[in-house]
């Protein structure tokens, strides 16, 4: 089969995987589309190689997260020829750009029948992550005040939709021309960062999710609501007011999702088919294309996912010789 290595901390596309042998309580999907994400550009640069060799994660393919696909070999939920989508685990089991994948069933869900396999593959990741920062990690309310950094990107365009759903008022961030475009997926009021920085507003927010990674508590301690929640999207960075919030009426708060859950993927496609939630995609890439994708990861203006079409409906293989597999070269 077809996918992405790191050689040299570059990737490289091999024609001569195995196809993987789904263990106990694993799947195999055939995958149709895959997302491109900053910590692929990580995974790349070898800065999780420690942890994937410590969890058993450490597999030829070490890129791509979320995904949809189709079923080749399922189980009593997910049956043969059943389309699917969903977010591998971080650090452990195979990541997703490659042609085939095993993974836990937990992690995947039945894909809504109104999206195509483009937009399904630029769900899971952004509404998973964005729907425990404002739920579990933010107590979001009807009528509370959200401030989100960085709302035009893959992240962020769910994070409005979901504070929207909740019944949230709504300030977005983002860069130039955005708007239009934010407005008309729930966004009450947009600001251009380039013009206003966010220390300069002057409303307090019952929850501030920070998907730029560039803001600090500091930063936006002033903006905060008295017993408001700081939410940004790389944790690490903030140990100190993580800290600080075992005695500060303020907090700030985790955020750590590291694989898919079928419950929340299961809202996420009752929300999807019933209109309330869209998916956002940037650009599409054929495979052999990958390093323009990674190259459109790195340029301003993007609007959801990049994603990269790996699988083709017709080529697919529903009857895959598993005798045959460890030399099984597609």
């Not at 396999?117 to 509370?144: C, D, N, R, W, Y």
């Not at 008022?169 to 009021?189: C, H, V, Y």
């Amino acid at each position: 089969m077809k996918g992405l290595i790191v050689e040299n901390k570059q990737l490289v596309l091999r024609h001569d995987l195995s196809i993987p042998v789904p263990q106990k309580n694993e799947v195999l999907v055939k995958i149709m589309s895959a997302t491109i994400n900053q910590i692929d550009v990580e995974f790349i640069q070898g800065k999780y190689d420690w942890i994937l060799k410590l969890s058993g994660g450490n597999y030829p393919t070490k890129t791509g997260i979320e995904f949809s696909g189709i079923i080749v070999d399922g189980d009593k939920n997910f049956q043969k020829g059943a389309y699917v989508f969903g977010y591998v685990h971080l650090t452990k089991g195979m990541k997703t750009h490659q042609e085939y994948i095993s993974i836990n069933p937990n992690y995947i869900a039945l894909m809504p029948s109104n999206i195509s396999f483009e937009e399904a593959a630029a769900l899971p990741l952004g509404t998973l992550t964005s729907l425990v920062a404002l739920t579990e990690l933010g107590g979001i309310q009807h009528g509370k005040k959200v401030l989100i950094n960085g709302a035009a990107g893959g992240l962020g365009v769910y994070a409005v939709q979901l504070a929207n759903i909740f019944g949230a008022l709504i300030t977005a961030t983002a860069g130039d021309n955005q708007r239009a475009f934010l407005e008309s997926i729930g966004a009450d009021e947009v600001v251009d960062y380039n013009v206003t920085p966010i220390e300069a507003l002057t409303d307090k927010f019952d929850i501030i999710l920070d998907l730029s990674n560039e803001k600090s508590f500091a930063n936006i301690r002033s903006l905060l609501t008295k017993n408001g929640t700081f939410i940004p999207a790389e944790p690490n960075k903030h140990i100190m007011a993580l800290i600080q919030s075992f005695y500060l009426a303020q907090k700030t708060k985790y955020l750590y999702v590291d694989k898919g859950d079928n419950k929340k993927l299961n809202k996420i496609v009752d929300w999807v088919a019933s209109g309330k939630l869209i998916p956002v995609v940037d650009r599409v890439y054929d495979f052999k294309a990958y390093q323009q994708g990674f190259q459109r990861l790195s340029e301003q203006g993007r609007r959801g996912r990049i994603v990269l079409n790996i699988g083709k409906k017709s080529a697919i293989d529903m009857s895959i010789n598993y005798k045959n597999i460890a030399s099984d070269k597609l």
